[in-house]
């Protein structure tokens, strides 16, 4: 059985490939996909010419500093707690009751 070829690429073209991840602000799956690359293969790359990247907007991660929650939020969390738990009791109730009982509830 005749394997796959193995492809190999030049420094240059690996270099040009990390920095259009870097300069593109895309992430590293569309880039390779662009390329026609595994990501595995292209992040290897970044990684190795230890590239700066700006995350992206969707990876970007709040800054503000988390704050203990007010009375206010407390009360809120306990009483959807207690709705959530009040859902869950219907829910299985639903679940165990007879079929033809289930077509009248929905």
């Known amino acids: 059985m005749e394997g796959r070829q193995r492809r190999s690429f030049t420094d240059d073209y690996k270099r040009q490939a990390v ?6 602000g895309r992430s ?4 390779a996909k662009e390329l026609g690359l595994r990501d595995s ?3 290897r790359w970044v990684e190795q010419r ?3 990247l700006e995350p ?3 990876t970007r991660r709040p800054t ?8 206010d939020h407390a009360a809120e969390i ?6 959530n738990e009040r859902l869950r009791m219907e829910r299985d109730i639903l679940k165990n009751c007879p079929a033809q009982w289930r077509a009248c509830a929905a």
């Open 19 to 24: 920095d259009l991840v870097a300069s593109s």
């Open 28 to 31: 590293i799956g569309s880039v």
């Open 41 to 43: 293969v292209l992040r």
């Open 50 to 52: 230890g590239a700066r």
């Open 56 to 58: 992206t907007a969707a």
């Open 64 to 71: 503000t500093q988390a704050t203990l929650p007010s009375a």
């Open 78 to 83: 306990a009483r959807l707690q207690r709705e």
